[in-house]
């Protein structure tokens, strides 16, 4: 099954690709397309890193789980983001993280090797797709960067205010929804659950915070 080249389009590893070249490049990297259902395993810690994944529809998770099963979720991506091109490109033998689907999805899988090597047929795209998967590698390492400046925060307070002040800023808006339940959050900010829900109680009765689930008003 091939996805609909509309579907690929948004997704920047296809930037400067024209639509009607897509069908005869997908030909040539002998692309595989998979559909995951909510919580399902899509790449396990220890898997063999080789794939660049496209979510095609849905959302996932990218986490790590420590010796004594604690969960820590890295970032969530939305269709039509890339996963795993850091560890495929960086020749990782084994992945470290694990990739689960948050909701039914839809993924496209791309051998690495076929997409840094360029082919018998001298096919033209091979180039603009290094070139674009170099910008990805690159904005992702922009994203950890945030992430590990909410993360070094000292206290579960300020790890929380700054990543909500970071949601408000990329939305433009005092109110937002973020994709994580509370347990999600907490996994995400590396705190315990409890601790947390005690924070964002606290700050409501403060006036800092609205929060009804997922959406959250600060001011």
Not at 92 to 115: F, G, H, R, Y
Not at 180 to 196: F, I, K, M, P, T
Request: some cysteine; proline content about 4%; overall charge neutral.
């Amino acid at each position: 099954m091939k996805p609909d080249t509309e579907i690929l389009t948004g997704n920047p590893l296809f930037e400067g690709i024209r639509p009607e070249e897509i069908p005869d490049m997908l030909d040539c990297l002998q692309v595989r397309t998979m559909k995951y259902e909510k919580n399902q395993i899509i790449f396990s810690e220890g898997d063999l890193a080789e794939y660049v994944g496209i979510l095609l529809t849905g959302s996932i998770f990218i986490m790590r789980e420590d010796y004594f099963g604690n969960r820590h979720i890295t970032t969530t991506l939305q269709a039509p983001e890339l996963f795993g091109e850091v560890f495929a490109c960086a020749e990782t033998v084994l992945l470290p993280v694990s990739v689960i689907a948050c909701e039914d999805s839809m993924v496209m899988l791309l051998n690495c090797k076929k997409i840094l090597t360029v082919c018998g047929n001298s096919c033209k795209f091979h180039n603009t797709l290094i070139h674009n998967l170099l910008k990805v590698i690159a904005r992702k390492n922009l994203m950890l960067n945030k992430k590990l400046n909410i993360i070094t925060k000292r206290t579960t307070r300020e790890k929380l205010m700054a990543f909500l002040m970071s949601e408000a800023k990329k939305n433009a808006a005092p109110a937002f929804t973020i994709p994580y339940n509370r347990q999600e959050l907490a996994d995400y900010l590396g705190v315990e659950r409890s601790a947390l829900s005690a924070e964002i109680s606290r700050l409501c009765r403060e006036g800092v915070l609205e929060t009804k689930r997922s959406w959250f008003h600060i001011g």
